[in-house]
């Protein structure tokens, strides 16, 4: 059935949940906002696909929404409308292949670090048509970011150790395995 005529019917429970992974993705970029670059997004992204699949696009966007409520719907939120799709179609991707656990873990750890390695180049094309930048003046822009990438993919590298314990973790309590 095409996706457009095919009705999708979220429960209250889901909603909810997708809430509270929103709110989580938001209040852990607000804790870590002290350190320049690092936060545990490419984690939650990564755990919430595995988990949720399509439907992880929910709280993503619920998360999207929610930092340009309180940071404000500015220009430097515009990319945050594409920038995380990458990494969620990469976990969709990988998501469906029947890898072992020993190489799941260091594959999940690495394509994250490469998601943080690559978010300048990801938000540069942005920048440059909102800004006017040449392609010269773009490369110099992701050239004078690389630093805070480098920052970025090993802070994602190190948070991407816990997507398998946290995906495991959303799909027990999902299942209904663990009960307060």
């Known amino acids: 059935m095409p996706l457009s005529t095919r009705k999708v019917k979220l429960a209250t429970r889901d909603l909810t949940v997708f809430a509270v992974l929103s709110t989580?993705?938001?209040?852990?970029?607000?804790?870590?906002?002290?350190?320049?670059?690092?936060?545990?997004?490419?984690?939650?992204?990564?755990?919430?696909?595995?988990?949720?699949?399509?439907?992880?696009?929910?709280?993503?966007?619920?998360?999207?929404?929610l930092d340009g409520v309180f940071a404000g719907f500015s220009t430097w939120w515009i990319p945050y409308l594409y920038i995380w799709l990458p990494l969620w179609l990469t976990?969709?991707?990988v998501g469906r292949i029947n890898l072992p656990r020993r190489i799941q873990l260091p594959l999940y750890m690495v394509l994250c670090g490469l998601h943080g390695l690559s978010f300048g180049l990801l938000y540069a094309p942005a920048q440059a048509l909102?800004?006017?930048?040449?392609?010269?003046?773009?490369?110099?822009?992701?050239?004078?970011?690389?630093?805070?990438?480098?920052?970025?993919?090993?802070?994602?590298?190190a948070a991407g150790a816990l997507i398998i314990p946290l995906s495991s973790l959303m799909r027990n309590l999902d299942s209904g395995q663990y009960r307060a």
């Open 24 to 65: 989580i993705m938001f209040l852990s970029r607000i804790m870590l906002q002290g350190i320049p670059s690092v936060h545990l997004l490419g984690l939650f992204i990564a755990a919430i696909t595995l988990t949720y699949r399509v439907r992880a696009l929910i709280p993503l966007y619920g998360y999207i929404m």
């Open 91 to 93: 976990f969709m991707a």
């Open 130 to 157: 909102m800004f006017g930048l040449s392609f010269q003046a773009m490369i110099a822009w992701i050239i004078a970011g690389l630093p805070f990438d480098i920052i970025h993919a090993l802070g994602n590298f």
